[in-house]
Structure formats: structure tokens, C-alpha cells
């Protein structure tokens, strides 16, 4: 389940390719007619670099597609829509891989890897290619891909390199081949569309402790009740201030509890809208907190029974369940990256660098760091084993988990460093106790999501515009009715520098642009903003406000959806 959370970017990222349908197909894909729609920058790797570059250049004598990056870059290719109707014949992709010499003038080895993912768990297959020598440069490289079907997604990333500074790969003459080496037809009108986030945190809560309940695959009919018992240690984890978290689909994205053997009798918990439980904007989660379900099964929970089922009024399908802890999700504002921190090592084993003076700065009382990293276990410390103190491990137990990062807070480490950060050392090291790896360490000031119930979509926003153009939409009744005092704006975007705002241009009190002023919560994907945010700018009297919502951003930007709910405090 750690791994399907970790991919499950990726699965958005596979449903997010699209392809058009053409007659004129070509065997090979040679860069000369300036044509690359069909790959693109692509964040489907937690230390990707946000920032990587494609563009069309001359190279070893003809058109190539160079791809850069100051941290790693990873580029995308839209295999399905390129494949077409053949995409079951793919056995393997067949590609010139090359390197720019540096900014000296000078070639540098360079290296990194194919993924693909393929299957409801988004089962990795990953090959390593190199460029190491000069006169070898480019060379051919052919990959094998294993299972091809129709949610498989592939990823080429240049990950290593010699010398200090970036180094530019290229690509040319890229192949599909089927089992017996023969280049397939490919449309290269297909085009690489990346969804915008990873999974669809929006409106949720995070999970600390988090306990799953082995063995809840179910699917069943509109009406229809499925599941199993609870586990003794599901069962322990179900306490006061604990949610019920279920990853789901459905077609009209409802989602119940079950309880059938209560003592108070058959009770259905949670669903979609009902002003009490949280729903993610995607309908693909869904968390129901303790208190809901001891509203209907009463307060002794051992009068719950064991049985725990799942119901919905579509056809559903759950993948999984689990119960922890709710923590507010976490955003870093004005964050700061300890440059290199990209380190792997066994369990046990430590591995970091030295702060920089900028991160060392940015390290203050109400700052928190986060680690972006994946282990065996799920689990990482962050080690400082330079300070006065002594060799210091922090936050195994008590460090906020989720979606492949981990948070520790200034005071956790100096509840165990001291109060005075100069005797914390320069080092700082992670640790796991299982195989791990550390894409990016960042430290910034703490800003938090509030978990959302009751969330009414806007139907209709899905928007976009350049750098500070605005678009947007008059407000339906629903949406007026909804924002009340203790309400927020729930925004799902994506923008270049990863801004954005909320703007309401009608108000009686002129035209105001709220947010992303230092007191909204945004992290590229997701932006919050409050009712008292709006009201602050725009007066108490919600009918001054005016019916027009509009967002705005200080780069290219799009708005896929806008919800407004109850914040749950």
C-alpha cells in the first residue's frame, strides 16, 4: 500500500496522457520536423526538478530533443497515444541517448533511468542507461519494458553526472519495438499531458500512525455492502481523534462506513455532502472521523462489533482502508532546499551534508524541515550527529508522514539539541531502519490545510490564463449558500512559479486579490483560502461581495476545480 500511495502520482499522470488519432503514422521519432508533443516535462519522480526544459536542437548531425535540468530532469512520453491500437505489441523502446558537453567545453559522463509503470499498483520497471564515453556519445540504448497496458506510463531521467555542474541529455530516434524487435507504427500527433498533482489530498487530513486493515479489496453494486473484520491492531488504532481513511472509486463518487453488527443496530456512516465526514475534490478518498461513527454506534466502542463494510448508491470499489492519527497537512512557506541532499543508504546506515548559511538561517522557532524520501519500512530520522549534546536522532515516532514526506519541527529538535541552534553542528544526516533514499531536504516557515467537509463544487471553473490575466466564473446560488463563516475556498491548480490567487472583482468595496499575500496556504497543487480572508478585504456583509469569482496567477496557471466546505477544526 506504501508503494500504490507513493504511485499514485503516477496513475494520474498515466490517465492525464492523451492521444488524437491520425492516418499518417512514422516508424521513428527523429526530432527533424520539430515535433515533440508527444513528451514532455514530467514530475512523475519525487526528485524531479520542476523546472526541466525540453527544446530542439542540432546534435551528432541532425535534430535532436535536448532536455535540461539544474537537479534531475524527467521527461514523460505519451506511449499509449503514440502506440495507438498496437500498444499490447510494445515489448520495448529502442532510443540515441546522448550528452552536451558542459559549460566548459568539456564531456562529462552522464547517467540515469527508463521507468515504466504499469497496473492498478503501478508496478515499477526501471532500467539504467550511461553515456561515459566521448566517443560513444550518443549511443543506442534498448530498453525492455515488461507488461504494456493501458494505464502505463514511461519516464527517461538523466539522474548523474560527472563535474559540478548540470549536464544537458538529448534524445533522438526513439523506436517502439514489439517481442520481435520490429519498430511499431507510432501517431506522432499524440500529445503528453501531466495531471497537475500527485494524489488528491484536497479537503483531507493527514495520518500519523497510520494502521491498514489487511485484505479490504472490495467491489460491489450500487447498494450493495461489502467488507471484512477489523484486526485486533485496527481495532487499538480506533480511538478518540482517529479517521477512518478509504481509498475509492465510485461512479457518482459517494462513499459509506458500514457497521451491520453494532449493537445499536445496522448503521451506515459518512457519505459524500453530508456536512460531517471529508471527501477529496477527486472522489478517491474519503476520511470519516471516530466521532461521526460514535455519534451512531454510540460511545463504548466495543458495542461496534467487528465487522467493518464499505456501501455506496453506484457501483464501488475500494483498495484500501486504514485508521490513524489526524494531523493538518503541512505547507512550507518561503522554503529554502539544503542543496545536494540527495543521498541513499542501507538501514541503519546515515548519510547527509553540511547546512548552508541560507538554511541554517531559514532554520528558526516555528520552522519546520521536510524530508521528501521513500523507504522500505516508511519510515526516516533525521540525525544531527555534530551537536554539543551529542549524536542526536529526531522524529522516528512523532514526525508527520504522508504522500512520501516526512515534517519535523525547529522545537523537536531542540527539545533533544538545545535551545541554542549554534551548538547544533553544521551536519545534518537521515536515517532509516530499512533501505532509503532522500530526494530533497527543505526547511521553510509552517503553514497548515484545514481538512474540509461538506465541500459543494463550483461546477464549471476548470480555467486558465497567463501571467496576471484573471478568468473565472459568476457564483451559482450553491456556491453563495455555501460561503459562511468558518468556510474555505478550496483551489486544485497548477502554475509555473506555483502561485496563485483568488480574486473578486466585483465587490463593492472594489476589486480585491486575496491570498498568496503570506496568510494563504498553497503548494502548487493545492490553495486554500478562508471566508475571513475574503471578508477581510471585501467587507462583512457577504452580499457586498459581488457574484463574479475569478483566480489570478503571477505565471501561466491553471484551475481544474474550485470547491467551497466547512473547515474541520
Not at 380 to 397: H, T
Not at 531 to 543: H, N, V, W
Request: hydrophobic content about 45%.
Amino acid at each position: 500500500m506504501k508503494k500504490f500511495l507513493s504511485w499514485l502520482l503516477i496513475a494520474a499522470l498515466a490517465l492525464g496522457m492523451i492521444g488524437t488519432a491520425t492516418a499518417d503514422t512514422v516508424d521513428v521519432l527523429d526530432f527533424e520536423d520539430g515535433n515533440f508533443a508527444f513528451i514532455g516535462a514530467s514530475k512523475g519522480r519525487p526528485n524531479a526538478d520542476a523546472a526541466t526544459a525540453l527544446e530542439i536542437v542540432d546534435f551528432n548531425g541532425s535534430k535532436a530533443l535536448k532536455i535540461s535540468a539544474k537537479g534531475v530532469a524527467c521527461a514523460g512520453l505519451n506511449i499509449i497515444g503514440l502506440a495507438g491500437d498496437k500498444l499490447a505489441d510494445v515489448a520495448a523502446i529502442s532510443f540515441d541517448i546522448g550528452v552536451e558537453n558542459g559549460a566548459d567545453g568539456k564531456f562529462y559522463a552522464a547517467s540515469g533511468y527508463v521507468y515504466s509503470y504499469t497496473g492498478e499498483a503501478k508496478d515499477e520497471n526501471k532500467a539504467d542507461w550511461s553515456v561515459y564515453m566521448a566517443k560513444k556519445n550518443p549511443r543506442n540504448v534498448k530498453i525492455d519494458l515488461g507488461a504494456i497496458a493501458e494505464d502505463t506510463c514511461l519516464l527517461i531521467t538523466e539522474e548523474a553526472h560527472a563535474g559540478n555542474d548540470a549536464v544537458d541529455f538529448v534524445l533522438d530516434n526513439i523506436k517502439l519495438l514489439d517481442k520481435d524487435g520490429n519498430a511499431i507504427a507510432l501517431d506522432p500527433t499524440a500529445e503528453f499531458k501531466e495531471a497537475a498533482s500527485g494524489p488528491d489530498l484536497s479537503n483531507l487530513f493527514a495520518l500519523t500512525g497510520a494502521v491498514e486493515l489487511p485484505g479490504f479489496q472490495k467491489a460491489a453494486g450500487a447498494w450493495a455492502q461489502d467488507g471484512i473484520e477489523m484486526t485486533q491492531e485496527f481495532l487499538d488504532a480506533l480511538v478518540p481523534g482517529s479517521v477512518i481513511e478509504v481509498d475509492y472509486k465510485s461512479e457518482d463518487g459517494a462513499m459509506w462506513l458500514v457497521f451491520p453488527w453494532a449493537s445499536a443496530g445496522w448503521m451506515r456512516v459518512g457519505g459524500c455532502g453530508n456536512g460531517v465526514d471529508a471527501v477529496n475534490n477527486s472522489h478517491t478518498k474519503a476520511q470519516i472521523p471516530y466521532e461521526l461513527i460514535e455519534q451512531f454506534c454510540g460511545e463504548d466502542k466495543s458495542t461496534w462489533g467487528a465487522m467493518l463494510q464499505c456501501e455506496s448508491s453506484t457501483n464501488w470499489e475500494v483498495y484500501a482502508v486504514r485508521v490513524g492519527q489526524r494531523a493538518k497537512q503541512i505547507v512550507l512557506k518561503n522554503a529554502v532546499e539544503l542543496p545536494g541532499f540527495q543521498k541513499a543508504a542501507g538501514a541503519w546506515a546515515q548519510d547527509g551534508v553540511e547546512m548552508t548559511e541560507e538554511f541554517a538561517n531559514a532554520l528558526v522557532p516555528g520552522s519546520v524541515i521536510e524530508i521528501t524520501y521513500a523507504s522500505e519500512d516508511g519510515d526516516i530520522w533525521l540525525v544531527m550527529p555534530w551537536a554539543a549534546a551529542g549524536w542526536m536522532r529526531v522524529s522516528q515516532g512523532t514526525a508527520l508522514k504522508m504522500g512520501g514526506k516526512a515534517y519535523i519541527t525547529y522545537e523537536e529538535i531542540e527539545a533533544l539539541c538545545g535551545e541554542d541552534k549554534s551548538t547544533w553542528g553544521a551536519m545534518v544526516q537521515c536515517e532509516g531502519s530499512s533501505a532509503w533514499e532522500v530526494y530533497s531536504v527543505r526547511v521553510g516557515q509552517k503553514a497548515e490545510f484545514d481538512a474540509v467537509a461538506g465541500a459543494v463544487n463550483f461546477e464549471g471553473f476548470s480555467v486558465s490564463g497567463a501571467a496576471w490575466a484573471q478568468d473565472g466564473k459568476e457564483m451559482p446560488q450553491e456556491i453563495v449558500d455555501a460561503l459562511v463563516p468558518g468556510s474555505v475556498v478550496t483551489i486544485s491548480y497548477e502554475s509555473e512559479d506555483g502561485n496563485i490567487w483568488l480574486v473578486m472583482p466585483w465587490a463593492a468595496a472594489g476589486w480585491m486579490r486575496v491570498g498568496n499575500d503570506g496568510a494563504d496556504v498553497a503548494d502548487g497543487s493545492i490553495a486554500q483560502v478562508t471566508y475571513e480572508q475574503i471578508e477581510a478585504l471585501c467587507g462583512e456583509d457577504k452580499s457586498t461581495w459581488g457574484a463574479m469569482m475569478q483566480c489570478e496567477g503571477s505565471s501561466a496557471w491553471t484551475v481544474y476545480s474550485v470547491t467551497v466546505g466547512q473547515a474541520i477544526r
